[in-house]
């Protein structure tokens, strides 16, 4: 039997819970990954409310359906990122245009994720740390190095608390490397972790779609930081530059085919998830592989049923013996 395929749920929100529980068992998926916002899991009550927690577990009991993972990215991209006004999306309402009052609300609301996790039987919590310095990835106007470490060190800073409570409550947090976070690549990865080296329940969220269409090969990139990779996404993207079209996406939204690159249904893209899994085997990953779900052309229920056939075909288990001790003569 292979790895738990779960169905993250951010991208389905929009539907109440007993709803897209009927359609992922009918898609096929083994469990959900559950946002902690929308009409999904409302962390703060979950944190506070024994028989709510108990109402969500029992629906998901009603269709076979397991919930190991919850996932908070646009709560933790309120912790990082500051007075923009993007974030009156990600906050309550009543917080609009009050950039300290949406800070207090994200640190405090990812801390209630930690425990609904812990009272869900999770063990982890994926999402987002947000970025003081994204605005600087250009490097022009001329930024400083010291501009940069003093990003780091905010992160660190603003999360620490949050970590701790994760700490207490025996959740992993995991953040999903992304354009828009402290760390979007390779390096930025590798700097974020070793300032986080004294943190072992901040990890990452592994998504080779953010990854592939930065000219990385991301089975590389789990390869090397596999120790610290806590949940799986399977997400694909595809590059398609015609001469015309550049990476950075040139503020055309996600979907139009005048883009570089876009996200596509799993199978669809230039992610090799064949080279994922034998990495994931080599290692003994055996939490989820769960399906983040995005396409702008393509019907969503048609894509999430057709990706978790896809994932379940693609994950594969790792040999148990050599494959040419058949032909040898020991034991004759």
């Not at 944190?47 to 996932?71: F, G, N, S």
């Not at 603003?158 to 700490?167: E, G, Q």
């Not at 055309?252 to 998830?273: A, Q």
Request: hydrophobic share 40%.
């Amino acid at each position: 039997m292979g790895r738990l395929v779960t169905l993250m749920s951010c991208q389905w929100a929009d539907m109440e819970m007993e709803e897209l529980f009927s359609k992922a068992k009918a898609m096929g998926y083994d469990g959900i990954e559950l946002a902690c916002w929308g009409n999904h899991l409302d962390p703060k009550r979950a944190a506070e409310d024994d028989a709510y927690v108990a109402e969500v577990k029992a629906l998901l009991a009603k269709y076979d359906l397991q919930c190991v993972a919850l996932c908070s990215h646009i709560i933790g991209q309120c912790v990082g990122d500051y007075n923009d006004p993007r974030l009156n999306n990600f906050a309550p309402p009543s917080l609009a245009d009050q950039p300290d009052a949406i800070r207090a609300w994200a640190i405090e609301t990812m801390k209630y994720c930690a425990i609904a996790a812990k009272k869900m039987g999770c063990y982890v919590v994926t999402g987002f740390t947000g970025s003081p310095i994204w605005k600087y990835l250009y490097s022009f106007p001329q930024t400083t190095e010291e501009m940069i470490e003093a990003g780091y060190q905010e992160i660190y800073d603003l999360w620490a608390p949050i970590l701790d409570v994760f700490k207490e409550n025996g959740i992993k947090f995991a953040l999903e490397v992304h354009p828009g976070e402290i760390a979007f690549d390779y390096y930025s990865t590798k700097r974020l972790l070793e300032k986080f080296k004294d943190r072992p329940e901040f990890g990452l969220n592994f998504d080779p779609s953010h990854l592939i269409w930065q000219g990385m090969k991301p089975e590389l990139f789990l390869q090397d930081f596999i120790d610290r990779v806590y949940h799986v996404h399977m997400k694909d993207a595809a590059v398609t530059l015609d001469g015309r079209s550049g990476l950075l996406g040139s503020h055309i939204d996600f979907g139009d085919l005048r883009r570089g690159w876009n996200f596509r249904s799993l199978g669809h893209g230039d992610v090799n998830f064949e080279d994922i899994i034998r990495v994931l085997n080599a290692y003994d990953y055996q939490g989820p592989l769960s399906v983040e779900w995005e396409d702008s052309g393509m019907e969503r229920e048609y894509g999430a049923k057709e990706a978790c056939a896809f994932v379940k075909k693609v994950d594969f288990a790792p040999s148990d013996v050599k494959f040419d001790s058949a032909i040898s003569n020991s034991g004759n």
